[in-house]
């Protein structure tokens, strides 16, 4: 029999919630006895299609010797605030508890995952290594809108002249990268000012969400009105609660953020009609989280995140659109 290491929960399930202490028992095999250290680690890691992100890392020593045979060392632990189990479809979060022995050139190890799961109205929670508490996204002003469009475009006309100057690439080249900048700087500006010009028709828009820290089960209201400045063709008017995965790839040049919709619930507030200038259009509309949602978790790589979208195309027009990220709790 060789030197080897088992891990054994006290439950067979393996499932804890917040606040519970996790024990179990490693068992160490070896047919002569030995002196060393048995390392016990718990950690999260998230995983899937993205890169891996680890946190909460937890090290105690369990034993510095142990007899021939087979013999069991139990070990116990508390665990933090979160973050929380996640089994999702393109991102992952387990926790695991690892034991392990030896030096750095050979190491002997033995590893259990479990599940963690929160308790509601839960004081605090840990919703991850890079999450920042959700801020009403303002409805930027006119003014500021344009002046910062401006100095966008100041900013393109200045890098074309630029590069002309100093590459004096043929005259085809220039057109081409000039064009390409341009182009791509447009569909900046357009995005910085969508807004902007859609009001120019709907009005001074007035929008609450709240709140935007919000337990699973519980409602969201969302207080929309406005004073049309014009006639135009309102297409609809649509609510959206969405729960998307994020992962990310690779590294440096080569990172790629890939944003994937797993969830969304749909209200439409308005069907398609004409509107008159001067006209009022107002609602208010709660929307329920729903009482399994996962909560938010945000990781260097990973992510589980919530938004309140509020969309309205107007016909032959700019759509006017607001994003709010929120943060779901247990």
């Known amino acids: 029999m060789s030197f080897k290491l088992e891990i054994r929960l006290d439950r067979p399930d393996g499932v804890y919630l917040a606040g519970d202490m996790v024990s179990g028992v490693v068992t160490v095999h070896d047919p002569d006895g030995g002196r060393g250290k048995i390392q016990l680690i718990r950690e999260w890691r998230a995983h899937g299609k993205g890169s891996g992100d680890h946190g909460a890392r937890a090290e105690q020593t369990i034993a510095e010797t142990w007899g021939a045979g087979s013999s069991e060392v139990p070990f116990s632990f508390t665990m933090p605030d979160g973050p929380f189990t996640y089994r999702g479809t393109y991102t992952n979060l387990d926790w695991y508890v690892r034991a392990e022995s030896g030096g750095l050139f050979g190491k002997t190890k033995a590893e259990t995952d479990f599940i963690f799961g929160a308790m509601p109205n839960m004081p605090s929670v840990d919703f991850g290594p890079t999450y920042a508490v959700p801020k009403p996204v303002p409805q930027i002003a006119t003014k500021v809108g344009y002046l910062g469009a401006m100095g966008c475009g100041v900013f393109l006309i200045g890098l074309i002249a630029g590069l002309v100057f100093l590459i004096q690439p043929p005259a085809i080249i220039a057109l081409l990268i000039g064009g390409f900048i341009l182009g791509l700087g447009g569909f900046v500006i357009y995005t910085m000012l969508r807004n902007q010009f859609a009001q120019a ?38 609510v959206k609660l969405v729960q998307n995965e994020i992962y990310a790839t690779g590294s440096g040049t080569n990172r790629s953020v ?19 200038r001067g006209e009022n259009i107002e609602f208010n509309l709660e929307m329920a989280i729903p009482a399994e949602a996962a909560t938010t978790f945000m990781a260097a790589d990973n992510q589980v995140q919530w938004q309140v979208i509020v969309t309205i195309p107007i016909k032959g027009w700019s759509d006017w659109e607001h994003i709010q990220n929120i943060t779901v709790t247990p």
């Open 258 to 276: 890939n944003t994937k919709k797993v969830l969304e619930q749909i209200s439409q507030v308005s069907e398609a009609r004409a509107v008159r």
């Open 201 to 238: 028709k709907l009005g001074n828009v007035q929008l609450t969400i709240e709140p935007i820290i919000v337990q699973a089960s519980k409602n969201i209201q969302i207080r929309f009105a406005t004073t049309t400045q014009a006639e135009f063709e309102l297409e609809k008017i649509e």
